[in-house]
């Protein structure tokens, strides 16, 4: 996966944007409550996949082309969030990963992911023409015999394999 520094800050970014409207956010009494979330001006927010200095792999929610991101029931306007994944919808966190090689695990009570290998690859099927994004639910079925890995999307398609359809690598 191929990162790119935010440079304010010791996050970094990666994969696309996908919109979202809302997110589970701790209160100030400790539980959790789902909470609307747009741009201020009111457009879906965005959130991407994102690593902090650590390696630790949570979301970072802005609104649309880094415009301000707004919570309307805490009347807050600020740049940026950085939340765990599973502030997020499952539908949601499950597009974000396809395009990472990762493992997840719980550190206080919130799902993070870390990557596995920084270098970016993609997996085909020994027995099949398609290469995938090693996050898609397709390349975990491939068995391991038949695995063939790729550092390159280039690479994939010189050895005649075009993209999965569904993970678009
Ligand atoms: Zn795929």
């Known amino acids: 996966m191929i990162w790119k520094s935010l440079g ?4 970094s970014v990666g994969g696309k944007p996908v ?3 809302s997110l589970l956010l701790c209160t100030e009494l400790g539980d959790f409550h789902r909470y609307r979330v747009c741009s201020e001006a009111g457009k879906p927010a965005w959130a991407r996949l994102a690593k902090d200095g650590s390696g630790k792999i949570g979301a970072l929610v802005t609104g649309p082309y880094s415009e301000m991101l707004k919570i309307p029931s805490r009347k807050e306007i600020q740049p940026h969030l950085f939340v765990p994944l ?3 919808s ?4 499950k597009k974000l990963l396809i395009p990472l090689n990762y493992e997840l695990y719980e550190e206080e009570n919130t799902l993070v992911a870390r990557e596995i290998a920084d270098e970016p690859y993609y ?3 020994r027995t099949s023409s398609v290469f995938h ?5 397709r ?5 391991s ?3 063939i890995y790729f550092k390159t999307r280039n690479e994939a398609l010189e050895n005649g394999y075009r993209p999965h359809k569904i993970c678009n690598p």
Not at 90 to 93: A, F, G, M, N, T
Not at 133 to 137: D, L, Q, V
């Open 123 to 125: 997996l085909a099927s």
């Open 145 to 147: 015999g038949n695995r």
């Open 133 to 137: 994004y090693p996050g898609c639910k």
């Open 19 to 21: 919109l979202i409207r």
């Open 139 to 143: 390349a975990h079925e491939v068995i």
């Open 86 to 88: 599973d502030s997020l």
């Open 8 to 11: 304010h800050s010791d996050l």
């Open 90 to 93: 499952k539908r949601v966190q």
